[in-house]
């Protein structure tokens, strides 16, 4: 028997912890609500306190954005499992302390222990680290998470695109994200060539 019941909408995992950079984060989960994904937000104490620093925002003001939030601590939740069906998760931004607890298992969180059922679920996994300059820790817990399968993606402004504001700046590195995630999007043009150059 024939049904017309849609097809399930996509869901992403969102972590912001406590990098700065919070800006990546709150607009990813305005980007992907307008995309029609499902998000699934957690926030870190150290993340609530960058938020307040950078963007004058509360917990409530992001969580508002987010369609369902996890408490960090509750290793309970139902993002803690891997029968949590989703399309990944994306660590915006992503500190060294979480980056080290991923890199080691250690799951002493909901933060660490939602990657580490992304990793062993074999599912998409990006950490935009926000550091620098790195020492060798944390250089290899972050060829400790590539080895495991997770896409490191420190947000590294691009500039052939001749950005005009901190926004297309932030726009443009989380085009790039979403592509990774196959997520169509609208927010930096497609790489077209070198201009001609003037003789």
């Not at 104490?45 to 950078?54: R, S």
Request: glycine residues 8%.
């Amino acid at each position: 028997m024939a049904t017309n019941s849609a097809p399930p909408r996509r869901r992403l995992i969102v972590a912001i912890t406590g990098a700065t950079g919070v800006a990546y984060g709150v607009r990813l989960l305005g980007v992907l609500r307008d995309a029609g994904v499902e998000t699934h937000l957690l926030v870190s104490e150290a993340g609530v306190l960058n938020l307040h620093q950078e963007l004058d925002m509360s917990r409530k003001d992001v969580e508002a954005l987010a369609d369902v939030v996890h408490p960090v601590r509750d290793v309970g939740a139902s993002i803690a499992s891997g029968s949590f069906t989703s399309s990944g998760m994306i660590v915006a931004p992503c500190s060294m302390k979480t980056l080290a607890a991923i890199a080691n298992g250690l799951s002493d969180n909901l933060i660490s222990r939602a990657a580490d059922v992304v990793l062993k679920e074999r599912r998409r996994l990006v950490l935009m680290v926000r550091e620098t300059p790195f020492n060798l820790a944390h250089l290899r817990n972050m060829t400790s998470v590539t080895e495991m399968g997770g896409i490191i993606f420190p947000p590294l402004p691009g500039f052939y695109h001749r950005p005009q504001s901190i926004e297309e700046m932030i726009d443009h590195t989380l085009g790039r994200v979403l592509d990774l995630y196959d997520i169509a999007h609208a927010l930096t043009p497609r790489w077209a060539g070198l201009k001609n150059q003037q003789t």
